[in-house]
């Protein structure tokens, strides 16, 4: 035996830990993964060490394979043009290029700590989103007319608003395609490099519109400003966006695409029958308006076996909030959860979502069989409420990382909670018209008081004991309710963190002040102490 | 037969090479880096020069057919 050195311990015991760390990865609390970061930029000193299997894992099944499948997807869904393809847009669009390329970095920053089960099932929803992203950002460039793309495809491919939900068009998906305008301009971008939505807010305000509306409305209007929208669709089907703000938004848009619209608007008040009925014949109407201008006719079984499939999806996802709720297995991240979820039941029944259910499912399966518990330092179970910052979705991985907050279950998850009966065309309807009326913004966020105080029965069920409430600021629909909360959350003594943010735009609130209210919140109201204290405090100012 | 031997022993000798190049570019975050200190700027410089169509030049049009079923 070696004599013992200031700590007290041999070097046998210091070799033992050392081989112990290297190859199991070293234990939650001594970690430092702030320690990996370059200042301001968000960049690694070196990646993570997570033991000899994990780090395997990532570089292999994760790493190595992501980059190879964005370079094969590009030809899985473009052919062997694809690749070449990609780069014209590249130089085309802003938001292409400046996001996609650094896509790596996202799975970094959502997966960070991560080990196990839990880094596989949460890879494996960040790989479906980036190849639905791949599939629907060629099929824009395949039909783009500014970059000299095919005309055929350009007359049988669809343009629509992101919150207008992809199976309005399942009846034409054996002809025809659909591509939401702002799902990748825009949304997939805040999440991937924040910095690209600036400049398409500042757009919108160069032409003398004011700064305080919704920048989420900024930004989207922005984009066609800017000229950076592929021309890659003849008609267009657009929404409210379900949020009134974005009402100006289409405006502006019209101006800009200047071609055959359709506006099919989810309204307030979804629970009056009568309004139920009014969409019900809005989605015919909408159905009539793409027959009309195609020459396509619509195809019930087309449109049935689209919805089948996607009721599988639904189905799957019940699976995991009941293992969610439940129990100490569930493998997803909340990052993971939060943007898969509402990415996928957006756009629909697309053939990558099954692909990774049936991945996820067997994780999931596992997990509760054999009891494995993907996140073991939970201190408190977390739900989120709201809308989140899209520039710092992954939040979530951090406060884990820090705090022991694990992110159960969020708001956007439990939107569209439901299956739409295929028995019969007015049934189908009716289902359809409450699935397009409950889209992002409307469904819980304004869509009256009793939606939005769905909270405590969904805090009850995932058996949460803290919320972390989003607080858009730039939303005059959810400032006005931000009273009653607060009074709401005093009478029922839940601890609650205000999360401050304005949506993309991280220049209002940015990320490092997030961290401070939580960190704040921690120490002074739950006396605790960091699990990580490296992860307090750190610059990543200018990271994506 | 000792040439094909030969053979694959260069091409395993090259495609470890390459597999341990790519871990060193994966552990040291490299990819990060050359898009964030290389590739990030240089598109950028060319999306802010880039020409674009004025939307106040653009007719707004109030004339287009209005689709009622």
Redesign the interface.
């Known amino acids: 035996m070696t004599k013992p050195n200031k700590t007290g311990k041999t070097l046998l015991t210091r070799t033992k830990k050392l081989a112990s760390d290297f190859w199991n990865g070293k234990p939650h609390e001594e970690r430092r993964l702030g320690d990996l970061y370059i200042d301001k930029t968000g960049l690694y000193k070196h990646r993570e060490w997570r033991g000899v299997k994990d780090t395997m894992y990532y570089f292999n099944n994760i790493w190595l394979y992501n980059y190879a499948h964005m370079i094969g997807d590009m030809v899985k869904y473009s052919g062997p043009k694809g690749p070449m393809l990609f780069l014209k847009g590249v130089w085309r669009y802003r938001w292409l290029g400046q996001t996609y390329l650094p896509v790596m970095h996202w799975f970094d920053r959502g997966l960070e700590g991560m080990r196990g089960e839990g880094l596989r099932a949460s890879a494996w929803h960040y790989r479906a989103m980036v190849s639905e992203t791949i599939r629907q950002f060629m099929r824009m460039l395949e039909a783009d007319q500014k970059t000299g793309g095919s005309k055929e495809i350009y007359d049988k491919t669809i343009a629509h608003d992101e919150t207008v939900w992809g199976g309005i068009f399942y009846p034409w998906r054996d002809r025809m395609d659909d591509v939401p305008l702002q799902m990748i301009p825009y949304f997939v971008t805040c999440h991937v490099n924040n910095h690209v939505v600036l400049n398409y807010i500042d757009a919108a305000q160069s032409i003398g519109l004011p700064g305080d509306p919704c920048p989420m409305c900024q930004a989207e209007a922005g984009i066609f400003l800017q000229d950076d929208v592929p021309e890659y669709y003849p008609i267009v089907i657009t929404s409210n966006e379900a949020c009134d703000g974005s009402v100006g938004t289409s405006v502006l848009q019209d101006w800009m695409m200047n071609r055959p619209l359709f506006a099919m608007p989810q309204p307030m008040q979804f629970d009056d029958p009568l309004v139920q009925e009014h969409c019900a014949r809005e989605i015919e109407e909408c159905w009539k308006f793409i027959e009309e201008q195609t020459g396509e006719p619509f195809s019930w079984n087309e449109l049935k076996k689209h919805l089948e499939q996607q009721n599988q999806l639904q189905e799957f996802e019940w699976e995991k909030w009941e293992v969610a709720a439940n129990t100490d297995y569930y493998p997803i991240n909340g990052v993971a959860q939060a943007l898969y979820r509402i990415y996928q039941s957006q756009d629909g029944d697309r053939e990558i979502w099954h692909e990774v259910d049936a991945r996820v499912k067997k994780i999931l399966e596992k997990c509760v069989e054999k009891k494995i518990n993907s996140f073991p330092k939970t201190r408190h179970r977390m739900i989120a409420w709201s809308c989140a910052p899209l520039y710092y979705s992954h939040w979530c991985t951090w406060a884990y990382n820090c705090w022991g907050l694990n992110c159960i279950i969020n708001m956007d998850s439990l939107m569209f909670n439901m299956t739409i009966r295929t028995d019969s065309y007015e049934n189908t309807l009716q289902d359809m018209a409450l699935y397009h009326e409950w889209a992002p913004m409307r469904r819980m966020a304004v869509g009256g008081m009793h939606h939005i105080f769905e909270l405590w029965e969904y805090m009850e069920k995932f058996h949460c004991d803290m919320v972390m409430m989003y607080d858009q600021l730039q939303c005059k629909g959810m400032q006005g309710v931000h009273g009653l909360f607060e009074d709401e959350f005093r009478a029922r003594n839940i601890h609650a963190i205000w999360m401050p943010h304005a949506l993309p735009d991280k220049r209002t609130v940015s990320r490092s002040e997030i961290r401070g209210i939580i960190n704040d919140y921690m120490t002074t109201i739950m006396h605790e102490e960091p699990l990580d204290p490296t992860l307090l405090e750190f610059d990543d100012s200018e990271g994506w | 037969m000792k040439s094909v031997w030969k053979t694959l022993g260069i091409v395993f000798g090259i495609l470890t090479g390459l597999y341990i190049v790519?871990?060193l570019v994966?552990?040291?975050?490299l990819?990060?880096?050359a898009?964030?200190y290389g590739?990030?700027p240089f598109?950028?410089n060319?999306?802010d020069k880039m020409k674009?169509?004025d939307?106040?030049d653009?007719e707004?049009?109030t004339d287009?057919?209005n689709?009622?079923?």
């Open positions: 790519l871990f994966f552990w040291f975050d990819d990060g880096k898009l964030f590739v990030e598109l950028k060319h999306y674009r169509k939307p106040l653009v707004y049009r287009t057919e689709y009622e079923y």
